[in-house]
């Protein structure tokens, strides 16, 4: 069985450029959350993808948008980047929308930095 | 708004002795709550949970109380060993809730 994977593991972008960010789930799972951890802060949730289809969302605007593929693997993109994007990006694969958080499991983070 | 607050950033505690760490929340629609920890360069790793209907949850080393009255909560290691140094993040669900809202974590240091 294949925990979480996300690529790449480093990014370095500028302002104003667009970035995807890539997470494969752990076998099995059909719910992928993403989650944005700022330097010093926890993590934050940006959104939910199951079953292909945004499921929820938190607090961030438009220009992070997502998708979810039939083999519910799942891709972030984030537009128009801005300094504060800089952050560990997480992804979290679960069964069933995860209804405890016990059954996420998390992938290593991608780490993101705008200049 | 940090709905769950963890004030304490870092703990340094001497092998074999006890770590306590705390979780405040202001949410009182809260009714799970979770610790997770995380070693540099790995995910965050699911540790122990409890429902709001319990005070009190145990796990071998790992104990979690729960004091709703306060909206307090806190996670015991007994007895801290080296492999236990990592952050230390508390979450907290609504019911039939996915989105976890995490604190800001608590980096614990092990000393031998």
């Known amino acids: 069985e294949t925990g979480v994977t996300q690529s790449p593991t480093h990014l370095i972008k500028t302002r104003g450029q667009q970035v995807t960010l890539r997470c494969s789930s752990q076998s099995g799972h059909n719910t992928v959350s993403w989650y944005q951890q700022a330097l010093g802060q926890g993590p934050q949730f940006i959104f939910q993808y199951y079953r292909e289809e945004e499921n929820g969302r938190g607090n961030f605007p438009p220009r992070f948008s997502g998708l979810q593929f039939p083999n519910y693997s799942s891709e972030l993109n984030v537009n128009a980047l801005e300094l504060d994007d800089s952050a560990l990006y997480l992804c979290?694969?679960?069964?069933f929308g995860g209804g405890r958080g016990d059954t996420q499991y998390f992938g290593p983070g991608t780490r993101l930095t705008v200049l | 708004d940090q709905q769950v607050k963890q004030n304490s950033p870092s703990l340094s505690v001497q092998e074999g002795r006890i770590s306590i760490l705390n979780c405040d929340y202001t949410?009182?629609?809260?009714?799970?709550f979770l610790w997770y920890k995380k070693y540099p360069a790995e995910g965050p790793t699911f540790l122990i949970s409890i429902s709001s209907i319990k005070d009190k949850n145990e796990d071998g080393r790992f104990t979690v109380f729960l004091n709703k009255s306060a909206k307090h909560l806190s996670l015991h290691i007994v007895p801290s060993q080296p492999g236990d140094s990592a952050v230390y993040f508390c979450a907290a669900l609504f019911s039939n809730d996915y989105k976890l809202s995490f604190g800001a974590g608590t980096t614990v240091t092990v000393r031998a």
């Open positions: 979290a694969s679960s069964l």
């Open positions: 949410n009182s629609m809260f009714d799970y």
